[in-house]
């Protein structure tokens, strides 16, 4: 179970690895291929919503079919086409190459989800799923660091090489887990198995209506929507922090390999996402609506530390300029002990970036639990849709919105505004919680008394 589980978690980080890659190369890839750079968002936004679009219909298919194979075919496939896009010649070839890399890495997060959510013990459910969710966020920071050193070195095409190798390799892997059986770690279905019966239930077409109206699912569809607007938007993030170095006189090489370690180094709150989960299990033993309060409190205080932490300054910078990334690595920790503002951002982040992780873990584990087992991949590769969407919103979003703000505001603060305009997305982000708070109780009664049910009528 646990090498399973720890297979799943790290694969878990390759589509936001692939996201991730994106920002740090859009000036490198834009003039190698003499394109826009406004087009590179567009490329970006399309890998993250085919992403989403063809994640529903592996979710479909993991409700009916076996999801060992599902994984490995699904991983080749976006295996191959990463490294088609690292020898990518033109415009559309990049962007055919990434949409196929979209529809591979649709199996990802559906597939893993559902094989996941029948491994993890209930009371356990949201702290553990931290960690699948971490491993997603953490993938946007890998992703981005791999950008900003690989490409400093190597040229851009390298990063896809590389993750490229890696998928072939997590494909050894998967021979080795053990699929757990669908619906294993229901406390209803506990007898059933202990028995030796099998929960042997398949999603059918006629239930995609039933699910696409459940409360809890439409209030988690529109959560994750406006949620994923503000964080689709803090892609931007090394741009921001890369405009603020060069403020400070620095240069763009320099400024590029600062803003990849200021990404990882300011998202670090993340890391506690495991506690959130934790405190969400325990608030929902308590009560069915537990979950859904307490997330919606940690979602709500992220905006202001955020619009902070980017209204900020990073005066005083010191960095060296020999585009040593060791060198600047160990100077942005001393800055952050010893340089008030530099220190004050971090703070900051890590306030920020905390009480946003406290977001995924119950997020996650509240779909799974309005579900029923063989509901739940297709539950949350739709939700994920709703996401994906959102986080497409936010990318582009961003893009042209700091084009008009542009108009009256110059660097960095045209960024800073334009960032901090997305934060407004939190506010009824955290307001559906609130309203699902009544909803889960019914539903989550619900589906425990099928599953009762069920495991009484074998």
């Given amino acids: 179970m646990i090498y399973t589980i720890s297979v799943f978690v790290a694969l878990a980080a390759f589509d936001n690895i692939i996201i991730g890659l994106f920002p740090p190369l859009f000036s490198s890839i834009a003039k190698d291929l003499k394109i826009n750079l406004s087009a590179l968002g567009v490329v970006s936004a399309v890998n993250i919503l085919v992403t989403a679009l063809s994640s529903v219909y592996w979710g479909y298919l993991s409700g009916k079919f076996k999801r060992k194979k599902l994984i490995i075919i699904g991983t080749v496939f976006w295996s191959i086409s990463v490294f088609l896009t690292s020898i990518s010649n033109n415009y559309i070839q990049l962007l055919i190459f990434q949409i196929f890399t979209g529809i591979g890495l649709g199996c990802i997060a559906s597939i893993g989800f559902s094989v996941l959510t ?56 998967y021979l080795f887990i053990k699929e757990p059986n669908l619906g294993e770690a229901e406390p209803e279905l506990k007898e059933l198995v202990k028995e030796g019966y099998e929960y042997n239930y398949n999603i059918e077409f006629n239930q995609l209506y039933e699910l696409a109206l459940k409360h809890s699912n439409v209030l988690l569809f529109f959560q994750g929507f406006f949620m994923n607007i503000t964080t689709g938007s803090l892609i931007w993030l090394p741009t921001l922090y890369i405009s603020k170095i060069q ?8 400024a590029v390999i600062a803003s990849g370690f200021l990404f990882a180094l300011f998202q670090v709150g993340g890391l506690t996402s495991s506690f959130f989960g934790h405190l969400g299990d325990r608030a929902q033993r308590k009560s069915y609506k537990g979950r859904a309060i307490l997330t919606s409190f940690f979602v709500f205080i992220t905006m202001p530390f955020y619009v902070l932490m980017f209204i900020v300054p990073m005066n005083k910078l010191l960095l060296p300029g020999n585009y040593n990334a060791p060198l600047i690595f160990f100077n942005l920790l001393k800055q952050i002990a010893i340089n008030p503002w530099i220190m004050t951002m971090f703070i900051l982040s890590f306030f920020a970036s905390s009480a946003q992780s406290a977001n995924t873990p119950n997020w996650l584990a509240l779909i799974t639990d309005v579900n029923l087992p063989e509901h739940r991949g297709t539950s949350f590769s739709t939700a994920n849709l709703a996401n994906s969407l959102g986080r497409t919103l936010g ?18 603060n045209n960024y800073i505004i334009t960032l901090s305009i997305f934060q407004l997305f939190l506010i009824p982000a955290a307001f559906c919680y609130v309203k699902m708070a009544k909803s889960n109780v019914k539903d989550i009664s619900e589906v425990k008394e099928i599953l009762y049910k069920r495991s009484k009528s074998t």
């Fill in 395 to 412: 990318n582009v979003g961003v893009g042209t919105l700091l084009a008009a703000v542009s108009r009256y505001s110059v660097e960095p």
């Fill in 247 to 254: 403020y400070q006189g620095y240069d763009n090489k320099t």
């Fill in 118 to 173: 029948d491994y993890i013990p209930h009371k356990k459910r949201g702290m553990i799923l931290s960690l699948w969710g971490m491993s997603q966020g953490f993938g946007g920071i890998a992703g981005s660091l791999m950008a900003s050193l690989t490409a400093t070195y190597a040229g851009w095409r390298e990063p896809f090489k590389i993750v490229s190798i890696i998928g072939f390799l997590l494909i050894i892997l």
